[in-house]
């Protein structure tokens, strides 16, 4: 459990704790839950198909097609610090 932890900790410092500058504890707390909440359910992670942890594996495109009409929008959190993006319908 501490290789788990360890590698935490170190990403979140690395992805969100370098880049910020921290006023005080509720501010640190409000940052740690949202780095939480990107980390388990939207950031790719090393894996099958790069799937995140709460999520299904997600769909392959099969046809050219679809993949020339990619529209891709970007949503900012924390600033603009963590960046998350999705395929648009």
């Known amino acids: 459990m501490n290789a788990i932890m360890e590698r935490w900790i170190r990403t979140c410092r690395r992805e969100l704790l370098d880049r910020m500058l921290i006023w005080n504890q509720r501010h ?46 970007r949503q900012q959190r924390l600033g603009g610090i963590l960046n998350e993006y999705h395929h648009t319908a």
Do not use: C, M, V, W
């Open 28 to 73: 640190l707390l409000h940052a740690l839950r949202e780095y939480k909440h990107f980390y388990n359910t939207h950031r790719p992670h090393q894996g099958i198909a790069n799937a995140r942890p709460l999520q299904p594996l997600p769909p392959s495109a099969t046809h050219q097609a679809a993949a020339t009409r990619l529209d891709i929008r």
